[in-house]
């Protein structure tokens, strides 16, 4: 092993240990006594595990779980279905305007969610659905520009000769896209999936807009319920609300681990010119 190999696996291990620490550190706190909790000691002294059975029973825990798996999985769902479609309309067929449509869907990237946050409630807010978990969801239906993108990326470097011979064969164009596109892409579709998935389970903005019931609260809207009561009031129960994060967290890295082989095949995209 030369030393340019072992050079890069050290600067590999010490970012492996930045980017790990702010999760072993949770870990470690959540299992700590109240008078600990802020230590910088890794292993937990004393060992406290009644703070994850002291806060599933304070707060409704399993059903704010429930809520975040079914709206993420909405939100993935329709995200990667609807931007699959659209990718695939640009990569593979010709059209007038193709080019700058394609660039007005890339635009609305540059648009922050703070400019579009009022005109998008007032819409759901007529369609009677602003107090129910449906725009959690249900937006994603019209595709994501970034997603659009990776997924076009992804259809161009396909060989167009198994779409010609599908189409020789007598293939409609939504055959060619189902039986073909589909599962030449699947690398790509989890990533988008998974990274759509991640984004509804972390989101928070949206459960505070628009989600009024605390049996329809999400796991984010539910961790600031637990941030409110134990953590900036009483006796600051701050092991209690390390707990409950980490009970938020551990379901995204345990998908992480079950997905990772397929983000090298899905994230490493030809860039092939427009055909």
Do not use: C
């Amino acid at each position: 092993m030369n030393a340019r190999r072992i050079g890069a696996l050290a600067g590999l291990v010490v970012l492996a240990g930045a980017f790990g620490y702010p999760f072993a550190w949770l870990l470690s706190a959540a299992f700590k006594d109240r008078s600990h909790v802020f230590d910088n000691n890794l292993w937990p002294t004393p060992f406290s595990p009644q703070n994850l059975v002291e806060v599933w029973r304070a707060v409704p825990l399993l059903t704010w779980i429930g809520n975040s798996v079914a709206v993420g999985v909405a939100a993935a769902a329709a995200a990667t279905i609807s931007s699959s479609l659209v990718a695939y309309g640009f990569a593979r067929y010709r059209f007038r305007g193709r080019n700058l449509l394609f660039g007005l869907v890339l635009a609305t990237m540059m648009l922050p969610g703070a400019v579009t946050m009022v005109p998008v409630y007032l819409e759901w807010h007529a369609a009677g659905l602003a107090t129910t978990q449906v725009p959690l969801w249900a937006q994603n239906l019209f595709g994501s520009a970034f997603y659009i993108f990776l997924l076009r990326q992804f259809f161009l470097g396909l060989p167009s000769e198994v779409f010609d011979a599908a189409r020789v064969d007598g293939a409609s164009a939504l055959r060619a896209f189902t039986s073909i596109a589909l599962p030449l892409a699947r690398p790509a579709l989890v990533v988008v999936f998974v990274f759509e998935l991640r984004a509804a389970w972390t989101d928070l903005v949206k459960p505070l807009i628009y989600l009024r019931e605390p049996q329809f609260y999400t796991l984010p809207r539910g961790l600031k319920v637990v941030l409110d009561r134990f953590g900036q009031a009483g006796e600051s129960q701050w092991e209690l609300v390390l707990a409950a994060s980490l009970i938020a967290t551990v379901p995204m890295v345990v998908l992480f681990l079950l997905a990772q082989r397929h983000f090298v095949g899905g994230l490493v995209t030809s860039t092939p010119g427009d055909r």
